[in-house]
């Protein structure tokens, strides 16, 4: 099982959970498309996968608690 956090101003903190990558991403996209629409699929990858840029919003301003990156559960 596969895990992933958002913590947003507009919404309060969202639990993701997924059998796999795949299944995580899917759960993380129907979320973004009405909550953070300028996402797009590759940046929900990458912050998936702990990208730089994500790892310093998630643990600073308004983003601080979110999911650094995809986490096993």
Not at 46 to 51: F, N, Q, R
Request: charged content about 25%; hydrophobic content about 30%.
């Amino acid at each position: 099982m596969r895990g992933f956090h958002c913590v947003d101003p507009s919404h309060d903190r969202i639990e993701f959970t997924g059998a796999d990558d795949e299944d995580l991403f899917r759960s993380i996209k129907e979320h973004t498309a009405d909550a953070h629409p300028d996402l797009t699929d590759s940046q929900i990858k990458e912050m998936m996968a702990g990208a730089d840029w994500w790892q310093t919003m998630a643990t600073s301003g308004n983003n601080a608690g979110s999911s650094p990156s995809a986490y096993d559960k």
